[in-house]
């Protein structure tokens, strides 16, 4: 009788235990009669300890997780449900509480998106590339929405191609202002800085040139306030690498936190001038 030991796997506990091999021509006793009374029957091997099967963490994970498969088939974002989750696993772990889920209280497509940038654990505005994906997502919608409206105000443009439309606005150039100011209301596109000099034009015309000229910059790197909410470290003990590593994982935060010391500058120095 010999003693094996077998080296440990990733698979159930039966694995780690010691088991006893019975060579042929051993001199171990067996009682004649119980042999015989089961010569006749089927002999079942057995271990004293349960063989019972153990999952291991990854396949427990995969159990209870919706994970995205892959596919070739095109789906609608506006009609295929928990496309988000799809797109970043690691951001919807459970699969769920997309954009267009069913709630009880109606929520806007960027009050949804605010949402999540100002989420308590800063995964959507600290990842590399989910904060790109409302603002375009927002300006896609937007685009589709605004051409929508565009096309059922105007019969001549309805059940047309893109190369018929293209042809009507070849043969009439003034068409294109009209497309043009439609679109005025999608920010950093043609026809929004279109509209935005149209209207610094005409406040010259009627209000003159300006005489003062402003300019603001973000000194990200110096403001106690703003480090206030990027760590709980006092700013005099953060290097400047730190600093510009904390900057630049938090984004949002510093855009937010711009934007209001400039609109807050804004309108107090307005109030003062006037004072004055």
Avoid at 51 to 65: D, I, T, W
Avoid at 109 to 115: S, T
Avoid at 141 to 162: H, K, M, P, S, Y
Wanted: include cysteine; charge should be negative; charged fraction near 25%.
């Amino acid at each position: 009788m010999t003693i094996k030991e077998i080296s440990p796997e990733d698979s159930d506990i039966s694995v780690f235990l010691k088991t006893i091999e019975i060579e042929d021509g051993n001199d171990m006793d067996v009682d004649e009669s119980t042999h015989q009374d089961n010569e006749n029957e089927d002999i079942v091997e057995e271990s004293c300890f349960p063989s019972n099967f153990h999952l291991s963490q990854n396949e427990h994970v995969k159990q209870k997780m919706n994970w995205p498969t892959l596919g070739t088939s095109p789906f609608s974002e506006f009609t295929t449900p928990g496309y988000m989750a799809c797109a970043f696993p690691t951001l919807f772990p459970y699969g769920n509480a997309g954009v267009h889920d069913s709630r009880p209280k109606e929520v806007k497509p960027h009050q949804y998106f605010r949402h999540l940038m100002n989420y308590h654990d800063k995964r959507f505005a600290q990842h590399k590339t989910f904060r790109f994906f409302p603002y375009n997502s927002w300006l896609r919608w937007t685009a589709l929405n605004d051409g929508n409206v565009f096309v059922r105000n105007n019969a001549e443009f309805q059940n047309l191609t893109i190369g018929a439309m293209k042809e009507m606005i070849n043969e009439n150039p003034s068409l294109m202002k009209s497309v043009m100011y439609q679109a005025n209301n999608i920010k950093g596109s043609k026809a929004y800085w279109y509209a935005r000099a149209g209207e610094l034009r005409d406040m010259v015309e009627q209000l003159g040139l300006p005489s003062k000229f402003l300019t603001m910059s973000c000194a990200g790197g110096h403001w106690k306030d703003l480090y206030r909410l990027l760590t709980s470290d006092n700013l005099d003990n953060i290097s400047e690498k730190e600093r510009r590593d904390l900057v630049q994982n938090n984004p949002y935060i510093v855009d937010s936190f711009f934007q209001h010391r400039v609109t807050s500058s804004i309108k107090n120095v307005s109030v003062k001038v006037l004072e004055y």
